[in-house]
């Protein structure tokens, strides 16, 4: 009896033909898996190699979870490009080479794996200085135009000054050279590249996010169904199944390939021969994956913070500042932690040893549990109230969980900026040293007292979220010891169009009812409706033609907020997770629609677009910059407020007649 095998590609039927046991061997062995970002990935590293030699080359910073694939990835365009030996000049001409980050970022462990890379001998007790002329003279000589530097972030490690001498290391030689760099990393890869900013401005960032259930992880399953070795079809793209996977993975790409083939082993062993969801147990899972329980039980921890970083805690602390109106509840455990003399990461495991639960080892700057509030007001000896009113629910009734700044892979985790101004005040005026409440509103870009910028990064070291409190008292970045509060800024321009919408923004959170001069007598509802709308408007790519990774954000905005990629050449990340910059330049527009005729006087723009159609700026603009499903957005603009409403209609009519002319 002949096997029907058509659910199997072609050159894989004959596996399914083999022994159990040959079959079971194969899907142990590692292969390579065609999937879109994958061959994105590839396509970016491609158009690298293929880029002529230029002053500032262009570079790739590939970041992704650890198991997503990066390496993977790497190896792949290695494959495809090895190296060539002439045998008439018997040399090696060596394009592209790899080389995996050393343990510390020292200059000639560096250069010692790139001899490594290039195939060279590493001779003992060379300076760095002969290493490093050794290893241009032979990139040279090998023809080298790619450099891949593998787990990037691994340079954490050393000391700032070990990063900053590194940094000039890579950027040396990529100058040197004229080389283009493509640098693999998790996501801790970006503040390590950040700290230097000349080498920052030449990567261009390539995300590998977690699978989610869509018709992407639709197709990866399809893959791995048409390679498995079954002698029966498998349908692995039933909801049930890709939910059952997703739970089981995290979305995590090596993880999902092990409960695959762990999957496939199984319904070969017991003779099945398919894959159904009955095979995707807990068991099955525990074999197959390496600490996914710890993974799944962290997954709603914010900080992720290990429990052993305490050894013994008291029923009460010794010292309890007192919580300040307007500041953030993890404004106030880093206050406690200071006091305390701990970290800030040690505070929170404090707190959920107490608590003997790990999601309690975190801080709740939204929706705080009301067990997690009981115990940490017993812990600080402070009733339960006063740690209830610093939830941001309590600060802006009005606002849901989407209003502030997270990523929504870790939700939880509420980010907020600072201002380098306020610190410096709350310390010449002896008050204490905390983060405000509205610093963690997305639409809030700016410090509503001074008028800056509110940044999320040190500028010293590019560590994210970085403030912490000491005492006596200072603030500082918990990773490289600088003093936010003296923090150097360029000089920025005072924009009170934005401080306006800010303040609007954060009383409309409140619930206040917006003042009728903005857009006429309106709910506070109805207003932070619009503003959801304008969002969507300013950063959906569904306006925009296919393959146009500008927004509407991009066209609209004024040039000094444009930032330097356009908004949607990334589109992972939603607007509540975008830099300040992305974000300032999507608020400018909502600026715009709200002040309308004044615009320019706000603004201070002498351009040519507004000496006519003033009265309906920016809607004629709008219109001409949609090119793709108008309808939609006309849609959402019907239950907008009837005087934008008006001009809207008044724009299009405008249009009309000028086509009509034409």
Not at 296 to 311: A, C, G
Not at 385 to 411: N, S, T
């Amino acid at each position: 009896m002949t096997l029907a095998l058509d659910h199997l590609q072609p050159p894989f039927r004959s596996h399914a033909l083999q022994s159990a046991t040959e079959r079971i061997t194969w899907i142990q062995q590692d292969r390579w898996i065609h999937y879109t970002r994958a061959e994105e990935g590839l396509q970016r590293i491609g158009e690298l190699l293929a880029c002529p030699p230029r002053n500032r080359m262009p570079c790739l910073l590939l970041t992704g979870a650890p198991g997503m694939g990066k390496t993977h990835i790497v190896q792949k365009f290695v494959r495809d490009h090895p190296r060539e030996f002439d045998t008439v000049t018997g040399t090696t001409r060596t394009r592209v080479a790899s080389m995996q980050m050393p343990p510390e970022p020292l200059e000639k462990d560096f250069y010692d794996e790139l001899l490594i890379a290039l195939g060279a001998v590493v001779s003992a007790g060379t300076s760095a200085v002969g290493v490093r002329s050794r290893a241009r003279t032979l990139a040279r000589q090998f023809g080298l135009r790619l450099l891949i530097i593998d787990e990037i972030h691994a340079m954490l490690a050393g000391t700032f000054r070990q990063q900053r001498i590194f940094l000039n290391s890579i950027r040396f030689l990529a100058n040197d050279l004229h080389l283009p760099l493509v640098c693999v990393g998790t996501h801790e890869a970006h503040q390590a590249l950040l700290t230097d900013q000349q080498l920052a401005d030449r990567f261009a960032a390539f995300e590998l996010p977690q699978w989610r259930d869509d018709n992407a992880f639709s197709q990866l399953l399809k893959t791995f169904a048409s390679i498995l070795p079954l002698q029966r079809e498998s349908d692995l793209c039933t909801p049930k199944i890709r939910q059952r996977i997703l739970s089981l993975t995290d979305g995590v790409t090596v993880r999902i390939c092990r409960v695959l083939e762990a999957a496939a082993m199984a319904a070969i062993g017991n003779g099945t021969e398919q894959i159904t969801n009955n095979i995707f147990s807990d068991e099955l899972g525990a074999r197959s994956l390496v600490s996914i329980s710890e993974r799944r039980s962290s997954r709603h921890r914010m900080n992720k913070v290990p429990l052993h970083l305490v050894d013994w805690i008291p029923d009460e602390l010794p010292c309890a500042p007192r919580p300040i109106n307007g500041e953030l509840l993890s404004s106030w455990a880093r206050r406690l932690a200071a006091a305390n003399e701990l970290t800030f990461d040690q505070m929170c495991a404090a707190i959920g040893q107490r608590s003997q639960h790990m999601r309690h080892a975190g801080i709740f700057d939204y929706d705080a549990p009301p067990a997690w509030r009981h115990l940490v007001a017993a812990f600080a000896r402070v009733p339960e109230r006063w740690v209830w009113v610093l939830d941001l629910r309590q600060h802006f009734p009005a606002a849901g969980r989407e209003w502030f700044l997270h990523d929504p892979r870790w939700p939880d985790a509420i980010h907020c900026g600072f201002c380098s101004d306020c610190f410096a005040e709350q310390l010449r005026t002896q008050k204490p040293l905390h983060l405000k409440a509205a610093w963690a509103v997305a639409c809030v870009t700016r410090c509503l007292q001074h008028d800056l910028p509110l940044f999320r990064f040190c500028p010293a070291c590019g560590q994210q979220d970085p403030v912490i409190f000491r005492y006596p008292p200072a603030v500082q970045c918990y990773r490289c010891q600088y003093h936010l509060a003296t923090a150097s800024k360029p000089a920025q321009k005072r924009e009170p169009a934005i401080g306006e919408i800010a303040r609007l923004v954060v009383a409309l959170l409140s619930g206040q009812r917006p003042e009728p001069s903005w857009i006429g007598p309106v709910t506070a509802a109805d207003f932070r409706a619009l503003l959801q709308d304008l969002v969507w408007l300013c950063t959906t790519p569904e306006l925009r033609e296919v393959g146009d990774a500008r927004a509407l954000v991009d066209v609209l905005a004024f040039l000094r907020f444009q930032s330097q990629d356009p908004y949607n050449r990334y589109p992972e990340p939603p607007f509540v997770a975008r830099p300040w910059k992305q974000r300032e330049a999507v608020v400018s527009v909502i600026a715009q629609v709200l002040l309308g005729p004044r615009t320019a006087e706000v603004f201070q723009i002498q351009e040519g677009r507004f000496l006519q159609d003033l009265q309906l700026y920016p809607f004629v603009e709008i219109l001409r910059a949609v090119n793709r499903n108008p309808a939609r957005w006309i849609a959402r603009a019907s239950r907008w407020p009837i005087s934008l409403q008006n001009r809207l209609q008044q724009a299009q009519d405008r249009l009309e007649n000028v086509n009509a002319r034409r």
